[in-house]
């Protein structure tokens, strides 16, 4: 008889379990399922970021309409960890924290970086993924492969408390439609949240023509987003207003009803640079479907009309700080169900001016307050091949008295 770790074998099972132990070495990728008795598991609490709104270590979606500033309201949060100040319940944050922020739309530069010091940030403790170095060589950040890689960066820095992925949808490596392409991808973000005890907040829009639906079922693409995500939280706008709602739409580990209102202003901070901040206006009651309800409209039955598009247009121009490249912009409107061209066309009754302000860099919309003045302006929707512009046209007889003085001209 052979004793095994205090057990008794009879000699038969003794050898047929020293076969099994050898086959199993033998076998290197061999698959084996783990199993855990509940009895050896400790109870954790959930541990909150902001009490019953963002939780660490868990993935959380924000989702809404464009115009509503997910970005600014995400960053405004941001701005919280940083500082070790008060959340917009005003619940006062337990630790000062560490924020990663991957975005693809906004640059850091003119962008992020004047919103976080309009919300009050810690700089020191904000971080921006700009690439990737391969083989010596700098390409760009692509979520749905390179977050393993985002481990090891992070440890470098000294942790991470918040990582704002913006949109999330680009972390999808594959159709954002499909379920599985979906949970595949978001697994690892999930995984990166646990392992660094960091709350994550996906930024996505809603999909065009669910108003008055149940507000998870409205965040575009695959339910898998709402369905992997232990907390999503929704935006709306006010008609004709410049409020703006904050809503738990689903939590599977706390309270899934009460809102936040907010509302946008734009400072001025140094250099003359203008760049907007979610202010916080005070605590709201109800279901998420409740608080929506009560600041949107029906869309008609054609999914939206022209006056959709043009307060669409002029809410994603403010949250951008009055100016926006057209590129992003024309993502923005796409992305929220709208036709590009329908855009162009209300350009010009609504004032909005597009501009290059330095040769070969981007158009930029302008809202009509925030446009630069500037002695040539070319056009967007056509193409010049002068080198130098032409000189404004004019009678003869003012040439020639022009002659007696100078002319300027500017390259």
């Known amino acids: 008889m052979k004793i095994i770790e205090g057990f008794a074998l009879e000699p038969a099972h003794a050898a047929l379990l020293a076969e099994r132990t050898a086959s199993r070495a033998m076998i290197e990728d061999a698959r084996v399922v783990k199993i855990r008795c509940g009895a050896s598991i400790k109870p954790l609490a959930i541990d909150w970021l902001w009490p019953g709104w963002l939780p660490a270590g868990k993935l959380t979606i924000l989702a809404g309409a464009a115009g509503t500033g997910k970005t600014t309201l995400a960053l405004g949060l941001a701005a919280t960890i940083t500082t070790g100040g008060r959340w917009p319940d005003g619940a006062v944050t337990k630790r000062k924290g560490n ?31 700009e690439g990737i170095v391969q083989h010596g060589e700098s390409v760009p950040f692509d979520p749905s492969q390179d977050i393993p890689e985002l481990h090891r960066a992070v440890e470098r820095i000294g942790g991470v408390s918040l990582l704002i992925i913006d949109p999330i949808v680009s972390a999808v490596a594959g159709d954002m439609h499909r379920a599985n392409d979906v949970r595949r991808s978001l697994q690892a973000v999930v995984d990166f949240a646990e392992a660094h005890s960091c709350a994550v907040i996906g930024i996505t829009h809603f999909a065009k023509g669910g108003a008055g639906k149940a507000p998870q079922d409205r965040v575009i693409g695959s339910q898998a987003f709402g369905a992997l995500a232990r907390m999503v939280l929704v935006t709306a706008k006010e008609e004709d207003s410049t409020r703006r709602v904050l809503a738990r739409a689903k939590s599977n580990i706390a309270p899934d009803d009460g809102g936040v209102a907010y509302s946008l202003d734009l400072v001025t901070i140094a250099g003359g640079i203008a760049a907007t901040h979610a202010v916080w206006d005070g605590i709201i009651e109800g279901t998420a479907r409740e608080i929506l309800g009560d600041v949107e409209t029906e869309e008609n039955s054609d999914g939206g009309t022209s006056d959709d598009l043009e307060q669409m247009l002029k809410d994603t121009l403010f949250d951008a700080g009055g100016s926006m490249t057209t590129k992003a912009l024309m993502a923005e409107v796409r992305d929220s169900g709208h036709s590009w061209d329908t855009a162009k066309r209300l350009k010009k009754s609504m004032g909005i001016e597009s501009k290059k302000l330095s040769m070969g860099g981007p158009w930029m919309w302008f809202l009509p307050a925030t446009s630069p003045r500037r002695e040539h302006e070319g056009s967007e929707e056509r193409t010049h091949n002068n080198v130098l512009p032409s000189l404004p046209s004019a009678h003869p007889s003012e040439i020639i008295a022009g002659l007696t003085g100078t002319i300027e001209v500017d390259i």
């Open 99 to 129: 924020v990663l922020v991957w975005s693809s739309e906004d640059v850091a530069d003119d962008t992020l970086v004047p919103r976080l010091i309009a919300s009050g940030a810690d700089l020191n403790r904000c971080h921006f993924i």
